[in-house]
């Protein structure tokens, strides 16, 4: 499966509440589960407005997964779409990895 996140990427997912970075909260509620995932940044944060102008092209692999620029997104190995840190989290937790070797 492939997370992909802003480049800050799984950092902050630490913090309490509303101060953890939606990457992150993404990043640790798959290592939570005990997914193994490969995490693919892009660029284009919204809140950069140097970026604006390129965000289209930087986040277009972004757009035609998701229908949306927004990230995390979480692609699954069978090519399901999860879009948002909260449904990804609500996902990795119901989820969980297998004992097997995880996911």
């Keep these: 499966m492939v997370l992909y996140t802003c480049p800050t990427g799984t950092a902050y997912g630490d913090l309490p509440g509303p101060l953890a970075h939606p990457c992150g909260k993404a990043g640790k509620a798959l290592d939570l589960a005990g997914h193994s995932y490969q995490v693919k940044q892009v660029k284009g944060g919204l ?11 930087d986040r277009a692999e972004i757009e035609k997964l998701s229908g949306q620029r927004a990230v995390p997104i979480l692609v699954l190995d069978d090519g399901t779409v999860i879009a948002g840190s909260g449904k990804i989290a609500d996902w990795a937790q119901a989820n969980p990895a297998t004992a097997a070797g995880g996911s």
């Design 47 to 57: 809140l950069r407005v140097w970026t604006l102008p390129t965000r289209a092209r």
